[in-house]
């Protein structure tokens, strides 16, 4: 561990965590759009909007953090890569169920239930693991199992699209629902990054 000879800024902490917990605010509003039928999906869409705007406003406070410290917990592009890639998750989301409402959906295929609940899974490992970063302990098996994840989802998202291109669906359908499995997954790859981030300042800080 280093050793510092200044204060250090340490509501960087408390600020990934709110970060984290949006997050997660995130994935429930989308397991909550899976048993919605499209009447109520547009109040969920506009939570999922709110929430996304807190998450730009927890991320602009990392970065007004970020400019206005001299001395930070670890180092500054680490903060800023972090702060960036939780805010792409929350990106991803707030997208995928704006296309889902956008576009009309009646009935999401077979799968995306799946994608949902890797999701929501990985949101939940995270806003666990934000906390742990004051200490830089009990953080290893968060990021093992985020990467597991999301290797199960690049699974779940290849049999999604084979499923989308067998012929079941007409061809407008086709691409309206491949972009809205493919944000889900750009969402999967978003945590893969925080929890890699994360590693990224264990290893740097030990």
Known sequence: MRFRLTPQET?????FATAADNVLSGSKLL???LGADPATRVEIADRMRAAEHAGDDATHAIFHQLNSTFVTPFDREDIYRLASRLDDIMDAME???DLVVLYEIDELPKGVEQQIEVLARAAELTAEAMPHLRTMRNLDEYWIEVNRLENQADQIHRKLLAHLF??????IEVMKLKQIVDVLEEAADAFESVANTVETI???ES
């Open 202 to 204: 264990v290893v740097k």
């Open 95 to 97: 997208e995928a169920v």
């Open 31 to 33: 397991m909550e759009l």
């Open 11 to 15: 509501s960087f902490y408390e600020l």
């Open 166 to 171: 067998s012929g079941s669906y007409e061809a």
